[in-house]
Structure formats: structure tokens, C-alpha cells
């Protein structure tokens, strides 16, 4: 049987088994879509193997766990950038901002806001200005500048996460 045959056989299980490990988060979705290509990336002789022996969705399982609880062995506030956890889970903060947190400005505070913003931007490299603006425009979505690129997710975290240090050093 076909890998492709074989996830889109188990893909809806894989879909429900993710609501339950990740206890019905909004991520569950892009959980089952890791735990699908974890499974793809196995190898087509693996898979079959696998899912011959009735021991695939179990695997599949196991994967969703890890991928939703595990930290790689990196203690608690150290950097990990290497799981589902991390990339997603840990920065699904960035996109639950409250309009009433949002400072309303006047027209003199606002462009006093975008000279610092222009004044921060001309001191990154043109490579981090331009990593920052791809950024931007997918929608601060690190899954579709990934795809964009052709650069993988971890990687990606890694170089934002320095412009962002950089930015808030030289605004501090």
C-alpha cells in the first residue's frame, strides 16, 4: 500500500487522537498535520511495516504525546527550538492580543512611534530587515514562512528570535 494510501486512511483517527491529546486546543489541527508528516517522513517500507502489524496509530499516538508535552530534555527557560511545543505551544501568547491593551495614540505619538520604528529598522542588517519582512508578510506565521523559504521552522525561530533580541537591546 501507498504511504499517501495509508495516511489518508488513518488521517481523521490521527485528527481525533490530536483533539485528545491536546485536550481540544485551537492546535490541534496543526498537531495532526506534524503527526502526519512524522509519519510520511518514516519511509513508505516502515509505514507499511507499521500499519501491516496494527501497531501504526499506537506510533502515531506516541508521536502526538511528545511532539505536544515534550521540551527535548531543555530545562524550563532554556531555548528549544527543535519541537511542536516549543515553535507553536510556547508563542501561541503572540496572537492573543486584547484591543483594550492596545494603546491608542495620538497623530504626534504616532509618528514619534514610527521614527523609533524606522530608527530600529535601519540598524538591523538588510538580511534581517528582509527576514523581518517576509515575517510580516505571512502573517506572523512562522509554518508559512517556512514553506515560503524552503528554510526549516527551527531555523527560522532561531534568526527571529536574534533580530528580536537585537531590537529590544537597542531599544532598552
Sequence with gaps: MKASDIIKDISQEVEKMCEVVS???SLKHDLSQEVLLSLLEKGEDDLNDLHDRGKLLGYAFRIAYLKWNSN???PV????NSNFKAVYRDYDYINCVELDDVLHYSTEEAVNAQDQVNDLLRKLTTLERRVLQEYLDVNLKITNFANNSGISRSNLKVRLD???DK?????D
Design 23 to 25: 485536550s481540544n486546543h
Design 72 to 74: 527535548n530534555g531543555v
Design 77 to 80: 527557560g532554556g531555548v528549544n
Design 162 to 164: 536574534a533580530i528580536f
Design 167 to 171: 531590537i529590544r537591546n537597542d531599544r
